[in-house]
Structure formats: C-alpha cells, structure tokens
C-alpha cells in the first residue's frame, strides 16, 4: 500500500499535468481561432453551404476545446484539495 506521502506526491504530479494539458488545450484553441479567421476571410462573398458548415464545426471545435479546459482546470483542482484533505 502506497504511503500518504506518495498518494500526495502522485496527485501533485496528476494535477501539474493537468496544468500542461491546459496550456495544450490554449494553443489549440488560439490555432482553431486562426484557421476560423482564415476560414471567414475566405467566406466573404461567398454563400456556399461547405464553407458555412466548415465555419459551424470550426465554432463548436472551440467551444468543445473550451469545456475539455474547463473540465482539466476542475480535475486538476479537486486533486490539490484532496492533497488537503490528506494533510
């Protein structure tokens, strides 16, 4: 059985990868940004239906990568209140 001191250090070490994955999630979203702004630009004057559905999945990309951040930053956290929890 893993000792208190190990169980602290394993979460610690789960919630700073946690911390790394966010900053992951952050690029993606500012790239999905890019290719949405990209994708606009390119729109303009344009009324065809696969640019509209590219800019549609584009925005719930983002919001999706939104709510894994927000679901990581959650984790993360109730992993450092358990280490309190431990002492």
Same mark, same amino acid.
């Given at each position: 059985?893993?000792?208190?001191?190990?169980?602290?250090?394993?979460?610690?070490? $789960? *919630?700073?990868? %946690?911390?790394?994955?966010v900053?992951?999630?952050? =690029?993606?979203? +500012?790239?999905?940004? /890019?290719? !949405?702004?990209?994708?606009?630009?390119? $729109? *303009?004057?344009? %009324?065809?239906?696969?640019?509209?559905?590219?800019? =549609?999945?584009? +925005?719930q990309?983002? /919001?999706? !990568?939104?709510?894994?951040?927000?679901?990581?930053?959650?984790?993360?956290?109730a992993?450092?209140?358990?280490?309190?929890?431990?002492?």
């Amino acid at each position: 059985m893993a000792s208190i001191e190990e169980i602290k250090a394993a979460l610690s070490q $789960a *919630a700073e990868q %946690g911390n790394s994955t966010v900053q992951q999630i952050r =690029a993606a979203a +500012e790239s999905t940004e /890019q290719m !949405l702004s990209r994708l606009r630009a390119v $729109a *303009a004057g344009t %009324g065809h239906p696969a640019i509209g559905e590219a800019i =549609a999945r584009g +925005e719930q990309s983002k /919001q999706s !990568l939104a709510e894994a951040m927000t679901l990581v930053q959650g984790s993360a956290e109730a992993a450092r209140r358990y280490i309190g929890v431990l002492g």
